[in-house]
């Protein structure tokens, strides 16, 4: 009898570790894969955030002179006032990109795997939880009035 008893208890021992095992490995790949998303996120901003400075200096490169020349010549007596107000746009068009990429970045970091650190308090406060529950003391009734005889006297 005690065989069975040790055998059983040392399989519980076993089945235990192995659940915590297989729980801690779980709770790794949960925060690869939070990592994961999170830096793929900060890639993709600051990739468009990147593409947002080429094309905003391109822009100012290649159509800066052909507007400010347009410009002179529609509205303008002066050729210089054209490059002012077309180098404006061309900024309220870059900024317009950074904040894009900005947010992008920020919703990205910091790179943290909050639900596997939410996830691994939970289960702490829960094993926790278990070994200091405090145990329930039985309520003794508080009454004056006498308790009734045990059923084999009779009265």
Excluded at 122 to 143: F, S
Aim: proline share 7%.
């Amino acid at each position: 009898m005690t065989d069975k008893n040790d055998k059983s208890v040392a399989g519980l021992v076993f089945d235990v570790s192995e659940r915590t095992s297989t729980l801690i490995r779980e709770e790794v790949e949960l925060a690869k894969a939070e990592v994961t998303e999170k830096v793929t996120k900060l890639l993709r901003g600051s990739a468009v955030g990147a593409a947002a400075g080429v094309f905003a200096f391109l822009a100012l490169i290649l159509i800066m002179h052909g507007i400010a020349w347009l410009l002179n010549e529609e509205v303008f007596d002066n050729f210089w006032a054209g490059f002012f107000v077309e180098a404006a746009v061309f900024l309220l068009i870059a900024a317009a990109a950074g904040w894009f990429a900005y947010r992008s970045v920020r919703a990205g970091s910091p790179p943290v795997p909050e639900q596997a650190i939410a996830e691994a308090k939970r289960i702490r406060e829960t094993i926790e939880g278990e070994d200091t529950q405090p145990t329930m003391t039985p309520q003794v009734p508080t009454t004056t009035e006498p308790l009734p005889p045990p059923p084999g006297e009779g009265r």
